[in-house]
Structures are given as structure tokens and as C-alpha cells.
């Protein structure tokens, strides 16, 4: 399957170093700006969006440029081209996963965005299947690798800047990682699993949530003293016909499974009707965990493995 990676950064990287190594794909180009262009992979790169939706012989676009108003505009114009799309960008999946959703059935492509959620855990395409018997009663996660990161060296007394300098030093936070302090960025991904796990829009202006730089009220050797650990938790708990949503500090006991979850990694617990519970475990963030996301979507759109696509075999021409 011929594809192009939009974005060569962090992820992007990623994406292309597994991609070469796998011989039922063929990447044909990579968009990115001038000054990114990696010489080593010169033929490949482009600076002309309309190059890659222009060429009939592209069946599916990964999308790894973050930002919110040209990446929209790239999804729609893909899949309206017949692509498959394939993106990380939560900020796009978590405001227009139905708009893009229901394209992407239109055009008979498939719309993935594993990585959007959870780095490299398959907690998208579970919670999918979940879905199709169970009744999703509630969702718990760690869903933010930076914030995690950091209250696990606070736990180590670390001081909160000493920590979030060591995030970036170790790759794990961006150089503007407001998003994630802020909380937003664990707002889209619990928005994006609700959506899926109710099949109801989530406002996440809705979200009641506490930025995580509040952890410098609380006082950690008390907290340590006191057998709990302080955690940045997401919850969604349907009651009744509501969804309640939210992202806050919480100080669980040192026998919950999440007070066990450090650094880079995150976790998502899923509580359904009749199955039981699942707990979904993994690195959260960096470039090859993420990328190998990417490349799983990419496989089950090869192997006609996802699961709200209607596959038009005319569309679909598997090498
Ligand atoms: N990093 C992670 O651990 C992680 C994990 C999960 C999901 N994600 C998601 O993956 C996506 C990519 O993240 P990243 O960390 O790889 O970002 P990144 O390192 O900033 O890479 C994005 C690349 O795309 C380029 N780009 C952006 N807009 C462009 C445009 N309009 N025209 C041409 N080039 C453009 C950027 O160039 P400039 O820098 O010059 O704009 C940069 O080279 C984001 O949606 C992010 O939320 C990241």
C-alpha cells in the first residue's frame, strides 16, 4: 500500500523509520516544511500538500503535523480524495471524530486515530469491540505522559520545575507543554473515549478539571506518610442517562493499581456490563511507541480490520 506521512518531527520520525522497514508499505512522500527536508530521503520529501492529494496512486495519508485549523483541513480534503486518514492529532479527533467519522464512511475510507489517545495502547480498537456487547458503566485513566512523568520525580522530591525540566530533557514534554499542564490535553482524551464508548458528543469546555501545576498546594511527604500517591487522573461515569467528566489531582492508596503507574507510562481502566473490568497499560508518549500506534492503524486498514468501515473493494486496492 502506497502511503505519505504528513509531519516530520517527533512522531513523524517515528512513523518513517518503522515504515521503511515494512515491505507492504510503500511511503512515497513525506510533507513537511523546506528547512525540515532530511537529506538522506531527499526523493521522498515535499513541501506541496496538493502533490499528495493529487496523486491517485496514494491510498492513505498519516497526518503527524499537530494544530488544529490546517490538519481539519488536510482530514477532509484526504478523505474526500478517498483516502484512508491516519492521525495522532487529538485536538483534531477529539472536536470532529463524528464529522470526520461519518466522511470517512461516506467515501468508503477508514478514519484511525489510535495514537490520539494512550501512545501505544490499543485502547481505541478495544474499546470499539467493547462496545459492541457491553454497556461502558465508567472510564478511569492516566492519560498524559508528561504530567506523569513529572509527579513521579515530585514523589522523589524533585521540585515541580525540576521535574518539568527533566520531562523535557528526557523528550517526554514539548517546549510549550501547556496543553498538558493545563489539563486540556487529558480532557480531549477522555472527551474521545466517552464519545466512543456513549456515541455522544463531548463539549470539553464541559470537563470539570484542575490544572496539574495546583500539586504545589498539597503537601507530597504527607501525603507519602499517609500510604497514598498523588495522581493526575481522568474519569467518565455515565449515571443514569449523564456523563460526568473529570481531570483532577486525587491521592489514591498505595494498593490502587494506578498509584503504580510512573513516568512516561499511562493506564486506562474500562468497567462495562456484563464483561467486568479491563486495564490497559503502556507508554504514553515518544516517538516509536507512538509511531508503532501509527503503524497498527496502517496495518488494520491493510488487513480490512476496522471496525465501522463498510470496505468498497473498487476503493480498495490491496497490493
Ligand atoms: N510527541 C508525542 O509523544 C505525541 C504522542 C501522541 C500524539 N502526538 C500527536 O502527534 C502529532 C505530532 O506531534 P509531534 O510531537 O511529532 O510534533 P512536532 O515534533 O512538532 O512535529 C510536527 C512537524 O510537522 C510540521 N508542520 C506542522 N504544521 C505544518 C504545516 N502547516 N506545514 C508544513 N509542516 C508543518 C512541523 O514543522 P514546524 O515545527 O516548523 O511547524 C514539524 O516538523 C500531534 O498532533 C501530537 O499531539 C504526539
Redesign the pocket.
Known sequence: MKIAV?????????VVEICLTKKEIELVKI???K??FDKQLIDLFT?N?DEILNDDSIELIV?????YD??KRIAIDAITHHKHFV??????VAKDIDELSFLARQNCVAFCYE??VG?TIPIVKNLKALTLVNEITKITGILN?TTNYILSRMKENFSFEDALLDAKQK??A?SNPSFDLEGF?MMRKIAILSDLAWNTKIDIKQIKHVPVTEVKKYNLKKISKEKKTLKYICEATKIDQEIHLSVQLVALENDDLLSHINDEYNAVIIETKPAGKFVFVGK????L??AA?IVGDIYDILHQRVLDVYYNKNLYKIQ
Do not use: H, M, Q, W
Open positions: 504528513l509531519g516530520y518531527g517527533v512522531i513523524g520520525r517515528g510533507f513537511d516544511r528547512e525540515k513541501d500538500i497526518e503527524v503535523l499537530g494544530g490546517f490538519a492521525t495522532a492529532n487529538k485536538e483534531v495514537a490520539s501512545g505522559g523528550g517526554f514539548e490535553d504514553g508518549a515518544g516517538s511507541p507512538t500506534a
